[in-house]
């Protein structure tokens, strides 16, 4: 009796940490055979809007995995129409393996949402479920989601800690498209994707119009930011034509300015060594901050947008002192464009349509008074600009009251 994993993904595109995970698995389950299912159509998300097309996701998947003997990849899941569910992939398999033990090896997220799957107890019927864990306080939860699949679905669950790359799909498309994710993939993978330019590798992208900017922006993002960023982009161009500003520089700052906020912190670093950005030990101890300075570089370097543009970008986060209007503009539509819904969001949009100045400061005072209630440190340039605009409008009150 062989023992078999079942490897399934988007694929979109097959990355060394895909390739560390599946080594991993096949060592420590003593797997005779994984079988690597790239996804058709998979029913707990959208396929990424700027991805690859099926036949380049399974060529790719293909020359990632080449250089193991044990796996195999399989088109079961391409050919199939509609929606490609796990439980009907699996009793193919077991219906082509009847006498195998089957395995199928997932990571941590999937895992704990796996009761949520379509017919879980299909899957259970026939295959032990593996999951993966990356650090040890997840085994607990993982060990308590296991014990509930056992009572709920008889389920058979083994719990792995596994080595791994911080890769994600949506990261590793974006590092390819903002030009230096070739070491996230092997070089047969690299080379096929620029042989072929997908994710925009070898496309020049500059002096795009709006709507193709638009959908490239929102492809490399990760799917639930995308409503914000469409609602920043539209603030912003309203904002634009209230006070007077730029409209096409506000709606493309707006589209573009969480360009690499999905990325992680090691790949923001990455970034900014990559862009010769010079960071002081604040930024380097507060990474989440730097997507407002990669993303202006990428789009400085990556699109070619124009300088108002990427400076709004840059200070879209933090503020700083003098501020044009434009970059005054992004810092509060990103604030309050309409998917915003803190408790204190109403004063601050009402302020923001009435008088910029007065709305930064209230911006500022919100910012800050959150970062110390988590005790974080405060940026030095959100500190002065914080003291600059309630300097002017203490010089705007008092000319207004001589």
């Given at each position: 009796?062989?023992?078999?994993?079942?490897?399934?993904?988007?694929?979109?595109?097959?990355?060394?940490?895909h390739?560390?995970?599946?080594?991993?698995?096949?060592?420590?389950?003593?797997?005779?055979?994984?079988?690597?299912?790239?996804?058709?159509?998979?029913?707990?998300?959208?396929?990424?809007?700027?991805?690859?097309?099926?036949?380049?996701?399974?060529?790719?998947?293909?020359?990632?995995?080449?250089?193991?003997?044990?796996?195999?990849?399989?088109?079961?899941?391409?050919?199939?129409?509609?929606?490609?569910?796990?439980?009907?992939?699996?009793?193919?398999?077991?219906?082509?393996?009847?006498?195998?033990?089957?395995?199928?090896?997932?990571?941590?997220?999937?895992?704990l949402?796996?009761?949520?799957?379509?017919?879980?107890?299909?899957?259970?019927?026939q295959?032990?479920?593996?999951?993966?864990?990356?650090?040890?306080?997840?085994?607990?939860?993982?060990?308590?989601?296991?014990?509930?699949?056992?009572?709920?679905?008889g389920?058979?669950?083994?719990?792995?800690?596994?080595?791994?790359?911080?890769?994600?799909?949506?990261g590793?498309?974006?590092m390819?498209?903002?030009?230096?994710?070739?070491?996230?993939?092997?070089?047969?993978?690299?080379?096929?994707?620029?042989?072929?330019?997908?994710?925009y590798v070898?496309?020049?992208?500059?002096?795009?119009?709006?709507?193709?900017?638009?959908?490239?922006s929102?492809?490399?993002?990760?799917?639930?930011?995308?409503?914000?960023?469409?609602?920043?982009?539209?603030?912003?161009?309203?904002?634009?034509?209230?006070?007077?500003?730029?409209?096409?520089?506000?709606?493309?700052?707006?589209?573009?300015?969480?360009?690499?906020?999905?990325?992680?912190?090691?790949?923001?670093?990455?970034?900014?060594?990559?862009?010769?950005?010079?960071?002081?030990?604040?930024?380097?101890?507060?990474?989440?901050?730097?997507?407002?300075?990669?993303?202006?570089?990428?789009?400085?370097?990556?699109?070619?947008?124009?300088?108002?543009?990427?400076?709004?970008?840059?200070?879209?986060?933090?503020?700083?002192?003098?501020?044009?209007?434009?970059?005054?503009?992004?810092?509060?539509?990103?604030?309050?464009?309409?998917?915003?819904?803190?408790d204190?969001?109403?004063?601050?949009?009402?302020?923001?349509?009435?008088?910029?100045d007065?709305?930064?400061?209230?911006?500022?005072?919100?910012?800050?008074?959150?970062?110390?209630?988590?005790?974080?440190?405060?940026?030095?340039?959100?500190?002065?600009?914080?003291?600059?605009?309630?300097?002017?409008?203490?010089?705007?009150?008092?000319?207004?009251?001589?």
């Amino acid at each position: 009796m062989a023992k078999i994993g079942i490897f399934g993904g988007s694929f979109d595109p097959p990355h060394l940490g895909h390739v560390l995970a599946l080594e991993e698995f096949q060592r420590k389950l003593s797997l005779d055979r994984v079988i690597v299912i790239p996804a058709g159509e998979p029913p707990h998300k959208q396929l990424a809007s700027g991805g690859a097309s099926s036949e380049h996701r399974l060529q790719m998947t293909r020359l990632a995995v080449s250089h193991l003997p044990y796996a195999e990849v399989s088109d079961l899941e391409l050919r199939r129409e509609g929606k490609s569910y796990t439980a009907l992939t699996v009793e193919a398999l077991r219906q082509r393996y009847p006498q195998d033990q089957l395995f199928l090896l997932m990571g941590t997220d999937m895992f704990l949402s796996f009761s949520s799957w379509y017919e879980p107890h299909r899957i259970t019927a026939q295959a032990t479920l593996v999951a993966a864990y990356r650090m040890k306080d997840q085994n607990g939860r993982l060990e308590t989601c296991a014990q509930r699949l056992r009572n709920e679905l008889g389920a058979e669950c083994v719990l792995l800690e596994n080595a791994f790359l911080p890769y994600s799909s949506t990261g590793t498309r974006a590092m390819l498209t903002f030009g230096c994710g070739a070491d996230y993939i092997s070089a047969e993978v690299y080379d096929y994707i620029s042989r072929n330019r997908l994710y925009y590798v070898g496309v020049n992208l500059i002096g795009l119009d709006f709507d193709t900017l638009r959908s490239i922006s929102l492809s490399l993002h990760d799917r639930k930011r995308v409503p914000h960023v469409i609602g920043c982009s539209d603030t912003a161009g309203s904002l634009a034509q209230l006070y007077g500003a730029n409209y096409e520089d506000a709606r493309r700052a707006g589209i573009l300015h969480d360009i690499t906020k999905a990325l992680n912190a090691q790949e923001q670093l990455k970034l900014c060594d990559h862009y010769g950005i010079i960071l002081d030990h604040f930024y380097r101890e507060n990474p989440k901050l730097l997507h407002a300075k990669t993303g202006a570089e990428v789009a400085r370097r990556v699109f070619g947008e124009d300088e108002a543009v990427c400076r709004a970008i840059c200070w879209h986060t933090t503020g700083k002192a003098d501020m044009s209007i434009l970059e005054k503009i992004l810092y509060l539509a990103d604030y309050v464009e309409p998917n915003r819904s803190f408790d204190t969001v109403e004063p601050l949009r009402r302020l923001t349509f009435t008088d910029l100045d007065a709305a930064m400061v209230l911006g500022l005072q919100m910012t800050m008074e959150q970062l110390r209630g988590q005790e974080r440190l405060i940026d030095p340039n959100s500190i002065a600009a914080l003291r600059f605009y309630q300097e002017r409008n203490r010089d705007h009150e008092i000319i207004r009251q001589q």
